[in-house]
């Protein structure tokens, strides 16, 4: 089994800072892509931020310049820095790698379930 174990969600004031972490276990021989996706109330799912194995980035429109995607291979960790968070970055926030469990195995989509990051005055 995989799993992918989020932490770092809160409570945080307009202008404030976070840090999201997620660390994969389990039976893991290689993992490719990670990523963070967010949820808010009444919208639908959207990627946040992708980093490939390499370091490769990919950030949605809305949060490039304040939040930065990084990942720690050695733990099987991404994270997520998030700055001059905005109460419109309030959303159950999750995280989503793409994991080998052998070699020779085809990739399988892990997801975790979701940590709460809360904008507000």
């Known amino acids: 089994q995989v799993q992918l174990v989020e932490s770092g969600g809160g409570l945080v004031q307009p202008g404030g800072s976070l840090r999201l972490s997620c660390a994969a276990s389990?039976?893991?021989?290689?993992?490719?892509?990670m990523g963070w996706y967010r949820q808010a109330p009444g919208k639908q799912r959207e990627l946040v931020a992708a980093?490939?194995?390499?370091?490769?980035?990919n950030y949605a429109d809305s949060v490039k310049g304040r939040f930065t995607i990084s990942r720690d291979n050695a733990k099987n960790t991404v994270y997520l820095q998030m700055n001059s968070l905005k109460p419109e970055d309030t959303a159950v926030y999750y995280c989503?790698?793409?994991?080998?469990?052998?070699?020779?195995?085809?990739?399988?989509?892990?997801w975790g379930q979701g940590t709460l990051v809360t904008v507000s005055s």
């Open positions: 980093i490939t194995r390499g370091g490769s980035t």
């Open positions: 389990g039976s893991i021989f290689s993992i490719n892509a």
């Open positions: 989503n790698a793409e994991v080998a469990p052998g070699l020779h195995y085809r990739l399988l989509e892990v």
